[in-house]
């Protein structure tokens, strides 16, 4: 039950190579730069959008692993305050990378929730000043019960 980045998803478990081999998780984890299997080992804990700040700022968690896991809330959650929560946290521990600009642009494009879409555009307009002006211009222009 441990797996790379790529095959976290119960759907894609045909990783190639045994995590579980120390030489084989330094070779994959030195390509990818990117330490996920500590984020998935969170998941295993009754969290919280309150326990990853607090992971956060005690520096036992890093911002790409508050990403993840963030990330996963907002697309695995029927609670709407949860998924709000968790969206409103990227902007309060500055989590400021392209996999949050595209997480908040689907919750903008796509999410049935109005208070969900609401968060998604105040945050996005508040963290990606520059990059967001593109997408909330496009709402403006098309979508008006995306900022109702």
Do not use: G
């Not at 521990?93 to 689907?106: G, I, P, R, W, Y």
């Amino acid at each position: 039950m441990i797996f790379c980045s790529k095959h976290r998803i119960p759907e894609n478990h045909d990783c190639p190579f045994d995590l579980r081999k120390s030489s084989e998780i330094e070779v994959s984890l030195n390509k990818l730069d990117v330490l996920y299997q500590d984020a998935l080992d969170f998941m295993n804990k009754d969290l919280t959008v309150a326990k990853i700040y607090d992971y956060v700022t005690t520096k036992q968690m890093n911002n790409l692993e508050a990403t993840e896991l963030l990330i996963y809330f907002i697309e695995n959650s029927d609670d709407i305050d949860t998924r709000r929560i968790s969206i409103q946290a990227f902007k309060v521990l500055e989590l400021k990378n392209d996999f949050v600009f595209n997480t908040l642009e689907s919750c903008i494009l796509s999410d049935d929730n109005p208070i969900v879409r609401k968060t998604a555009i105040d945050v996005i307009k508040n963290i990606f000043p520059k990059k967001s002006k593109t997408i909330l211009k496009w709402i403006r222009k098309n979508d008006n019960k995306s900022t109702s």
